[in-house]
């Protein structure tokens, strides 16, 4: 009966719903989306153990030139770890080595976690399946354990319930599965942590803290408890005595160029991150085009509350109470809002996977993203309060002080009316919101596209990257004898045309960045440091001011070096009197600059911009080398590279195999996506008050017919009352235009005394798109207006 | 003696257009009992359809009383009128105000819907009004589909429905040829001498003639109220 009625009531009035329920559906989908995101990032609990008390221990590095935060040294921190008195316990995990799932076909890439065996015990998190990490995996044990991430045994292990206890090969080793994380796992700084495995502290297969005496790393992190009533402050100087200490003692050299602090944050705060800014800005863009949907349809439900007049008015006259009137309309709209915020969870419930996708890195525990319940609390009141809305329009046309007034009118332009008043505000509200939408997500579209497309110095075409790995190849001999083959053959294909070796990829490991010098001791900064064999730097097509290597560069005691252009302007803003000058990276040995190399830029990825100072290749029995395989573009290129290396010796492995071109793409397809949302969001707005502003025009128009009509039966021209109208019906327009950009302007003014928020209007961009609107306003304006002036002046008399 | 079910004491209505305010009632009192058939006639613009709007309690009268069944209607709040609107006025327009999007069946059974009877009662009495117009057979018809004299005998079917015992009938032949007019009217007098207290709104003298009582209305006031009895008419001029 209910299912009858409904479909009835449907078929009476397709379009009314049909818009709604999708219009809403559509806006409410991305409301609730970002909603998930502020509960996410601001709501939703940590997965730990009296998570206020945690907090992240970082180092950092200071010179009189700056600051780097996040760079630690193990020893250091140990240090720091076992002479304190702030706190009650402390753990490390850091990533480092690349490694492969050897067992499965495919080798997929997986990134494993370093942790200390008391992690999870701080954190106070239990395991899904099995235990985590316990004193059997203590520093020293050398546990051969495994920890699997919870999307990791679901993806590869397809949740296996019997995985504890079986073994997983990881690159050559293998390990013991003792248990599974749980799913809702984070960890400060690294995002997608459900997506990696844990492996004991000791256990890495390049990584030591033996070896790493001396080095600083942005990877390393420490979690700590904090005695309960400590002092913030006190504990801030404590740690910055003991880090320099610690210095003192371990890694003196580092002193002379910089003061090593170390320093506490919240762990929530440092999984918010930059979350929390983009995420109230997303929520700030959204609400306003929720606010768009909502006046667009508000003035639907005006006009349809005033079509609906007489019946109201005539079950008024019936024996019908308010409240009676009321709990029927808020039923029919709770049915058709909640039908609307039903598909909207539908829909956002598919966008998770695509906005993990876009914001992953920039968004901390997004693979935890789901609909929750403050979500689906949030839903149900966003379905109380628009339903509760559409029927306060529906009835406030109609009551019993104009009953009789109701009663006579026909819903076609006699009788009640939405006043003037109410219409221009309506289409002022709409435009004003419609237009900061617009300007911002030009903006948007305007800078993230230019990082997308922006040069980036190096020619990608028919380049192709190869990393091989020799590492299950012992002795330094060995492997540089069969280095040496690869190089041979490699160039022998038949699709290849030239081959160059690089010790690491083009696209930066931060790993390798060594501090650099000038003659007179002055720190440049740090820079990576590859080794190139000659004609690389010409095979990208980056000029050169100077000379190339010369193949026998690399025999050289002191060798030459070439510099990026990004370090030779920290020597001199002449790069001809950089070429010959001297860099040294530890103010001992000096090196001569034969050239300086135009800079390579990395679109989407600034941070990769880094000073580089270019070295003569000489393979020395690395784990990995990299070559720059010039070759046309073709599907069966990385087939003949593999067969190669496998010809020449089975121990060889291709870690990476990639063309340039994607790997330019890939850095910048988050720009490209994020262009792509705010274009979508633009195009959704300006539609949205286009078809609103129509909407409320056309109301307005059929309601002035009979006026029109009897103007035009008077002999009125046509031009004439086009012009008129057009006129009367274009003020709110361009009055909230000017209201929206005044606002803007004063909302631009603020922001410079605001020092964390940098805003660069384009004014050319902004003035286009004020003038653009405005043309489109007139256009929508001017259709329904024409549209009547075109009728028989008889037909808009009797209101036809 | 009949009850009084309506009474009406020195009412007067004014409506302001701009800056103009016209009186259209100056002062009316009456009173009517049940069963009775009573006609309220005169010009255009005299103010008759205001009076039968204040007896409906779709409008408020600027001053005087109005009581139905002994209850000042003043002193009720909105829930309170709309009960009496629903329980025991029913109304017929002179341009149906039929619901365009019902189907004739859920037309006449809207008062019954507001008076909380389930949807099989309200079923069953709508039908039971339907048969007594004639038109039962056009239960799951819209308005649109009838004609003008249908249309309004399922108006009337409506105002039967609550089984409110009065009936304030607005002009219902004012919209309606010769022929359906005296059909209409014909029913109104068969549902009189049914018991139902009936008001009629004409400014046709020949149906204005149909009722036992004839009250005249000009400029606002009344200048004759007409009774029949059962054994002669009698007349008594107001000044």
Known sequence: MFIKTALATFKRAKQYYLTTVFTLAITLSMVLSVFSLVDLV??????????????????GLKTTRGYSPSQTNIHVTNYVRDNNDAFTEFASYLTWTGYKLYDLLEQPNLRVMLATDNLFDVLGVEAELGRLFNKTEKVGNKQPSVILGYRTWQTHYQGDKDIVGKKIQLNQRRFTVIGVAPDNLVIPTYSNINDAVWIPFDMDEVWSAEGCARCYMGGLKSIVRVKEGSSLDNI????????????????????????????????????????GDIVLMLSVGVSLLMAIALINLSSMQLARAVAKIKTV????????????????????????????VGLALLITGFSFSLVQDLASGSISRLDTLGISVNTVLFSLLLTAGIALLYSYLELKVVNEQNLTTSLQSSGKGVGKQMSTGASHLLIGLQVTFSFMVLVASSHVVLDTLSEALRDKGVETKDKWSLVVDYSQIEGETERGNIHKSVFSQLEKLSLVQDVKAISESKFPSARNVQQTFDTKGNFLGSALRPRVSPGYIAALGLDIVGNDFEATDHELENYPVLINQRLADKISTNTIEVVGSKISFDNKTFYTVKGVVENTYFPGRKAYEYPEVYVPANYKGERKFSFLIIAENSELIEQQVREALGKIDSRLDVASFSSLESQFSKLSQKNLSAAWIAIILASVSLLMVCIGINGIVNYMVQV????????LAMGADNKRLLKDSLIELMQPVVMSLVFAFSLGFMLLGYSKIVPDITLDPNWLMITAIWLGFALLSLLVSFIPVRQVLAQDPIKALRNE | MKNQILKISNITKSFKSGDQNTQVLKGISFSIEEGEFVSISGPSGCGKS??????????????????????????????????????????????????????????????????????????????????KVNLADKADLFPS????????????????????????????????????????????????????????????????????????????????????????LVQVEVA
């Open chain 2, 50 to 131: 205001t009076l039968l709007n204040i007896m409906g309690i779709l409008d408020t009268p600027d001053s005087g009383d109005y009581m139905v069944d002994g209850l000042q209607v003043a002193t009720m709040n909105a829930s309170q009128r709309a009960k009496v609107r629903g329980d025991r006025i029913g109304f017929v327009f002179q341009s149906f105000n039929l619901i365009d999007e019902f189907t004739v069946l859920e037309n006449i059974a809207l008062p019954l819907k507001y008076r909380g009877d389930s949807a099989d009662k309200r079923r069953a009495r709508a039908q039971e009004c339907l048969a």
């Open chain 1, 236 to 275: 801030a100087e404590q740690l910055n005595s003991l880090a320099m200490q610690g210095a003192k003692l371990l890694t003196p050299d580092m002193l002379k160029n910089y003061t090593i602090t170390t320093y506490i944050r919240p762990v929530r705060q440092v999984i918010q991150g930059d979350s």
């Open chain 1, 313 to 340: 008015a005539i079950s008024f006259a019936f024996g019908a109470s308010n409240k009676q009137l009321m709990i029927e309309s808020l039923k029919h709209n709770l049915v058709v809002i909640g039908l609307a």
């Open chain 1, 704 to 711: 002035r017919r009979y006026d029109l009509g009897v103007k």
């Open chain 2, 145 to 232: 589909q009838l004609s003008g004299g249908q249309q309004q005998r399922i108006s009337i079917a409506r105002a039967l429905a609550g089984n409110s015992g009065i009936m304030l009938v607005d002009e219902p032949t004012g919209n309606l040829d010769s022929k359906n007019g005296d059909a209409v009217m014909a029913l109104l007098q068969e549902l009189n001498k049914q018991g139902t207290t009936i008001v009629l709104v004409t400014h046709d003298p020949r149906y204005a003639d149909m009722a036992q009582r004839n009250i005249q209305l000009r400029d606002g006031l009344i200048i004759s109220d007409g009774h029949e009895t059962n054994e002669n």
């Open chain 1, 42 to 59: 601001f709501f939703a609990p940590l997965p730990y153990n009296q998570s206020e008390s945690l907090y992240v221990l970082e180092g």
